[in-house]
């Protein structure tokens, strides 16, 4: 008990580090403009739109020695946000409304999850025949 009330303290004790990058407001929306502050000036800075995947664009922004920038996400997603001293920043851009194709897709998915669940329901309490019959089941 004394050894996780000292671990306790030590993690209130330690500093919280400052982030390299603040964004205002906190949580960008594709579309919107918003200000990157930095903690020291730059020259450059890259930003990566969805990074580490197949589709992967990288947007190079020259700033020309200041210490912050007014920004336009282009995208939603995973955005990074790097600077030419190697320090990152991930940052999730929303969109400015539900997208319509998310919420078709979650449909159709219910459907099938749910549908499937309640087939096997049915045939498993069903007063039909106990033996199996290869021909009820799917090709798979």
Not at 20 to 27: K, Q, S, V
Not at 103 to 132: C, E, H, P, Q, R
């Amino acid at each position: 008990m004394r050894a996780l009330f000292f671990l306790a303290l030590l993690v209130l004790a330690v500093p919280v580090a400052a982030q390299p990058i603040t964004l205002t407001p906190e949580i960008p929306v594709v579309g919107q403009e918003m200000t990157l502050q930095f903690q020291a000036p730059v020259d450059t800075v890259f930003v990566t739109y969805r990074p580490n995947s197949a589709v992967a664009r990288r947007d190079t922004i020259r700033v020309g020695e200041a210490q912050s920038m007014r920004w336009t996400p282009k995208r939603a997603g995973v955005v990074r946000i790097g600077l030419p001293d190697g320090t990152t920043q991930n940052v999730s851009v929303r969109f400015t409304e539900t997208p319509l194709a998310g919420v078709f897709v979650l449909l159709i998915a219910g459907l099938i999850l749910f549908g499937g669940a309640s087939w096997a329901m049915m045939k498993l309490f069903s007063d039909g025949a106990t033996t199996f019959d290869p021909e009820d089941l799917p090709d798979t």
